[in-house]
């Protein structure tokens, strides 16, 4: 079974992305244990190293997604995180930052690229 955290603020983004996942990712994922934290102090005063999936939020109200996204790597460097945001803008932001970062172990390729 496929543990699973959703870190966010909003009750309805994160019950709409279990849904989600319990109903059209079951296919995919199979069983999962799901869990929702929508306080970044309660996720991490919790925190076991135990996931295996983590979706988090890009903008908390009182921190940044990817901070939080580092400290996670500090305590676990298995656990796949996957960005979440409600806003266009948010996501945009988020892609670039992610797209700027080189891949671990390679270096970008230019083929394909005028």
Do not use: C, H, N
Not at 20 to 41: H, N, P, R, Y
């Amino acid at each position: 079974m496929i543990r699973i955290a959703i870190l966010d603020e909003k009750r309805e983004d994160a019950l709409k992305l279990k849904r989600i996942l319990l109903g059209e990712g079951k296919a995919t994922i199979g069983q999962a244990d799901i869990v929702w934290f929508d306080s970044v102090i309660d996720f991490f005063e919790q925190y076991r190293a135990d996931f295996d999936l983590i979706f988090l939020e890009t903008d908390f109200s009182y921190a940044s997604g990817m901070g939080v996204a580092r400290r996670i790597r500090q305590l676990d460097a298995r656990a796949l995180l996957v960005f979440v945001s409600a806003t266009l803008a948010q996501a945009a932001a988020g892609y670039k930052r992610a797209y700027a970062m080189p891949f671990p172990g390679r270096r970008p390729s230019s083929r394909g690229r005028r």
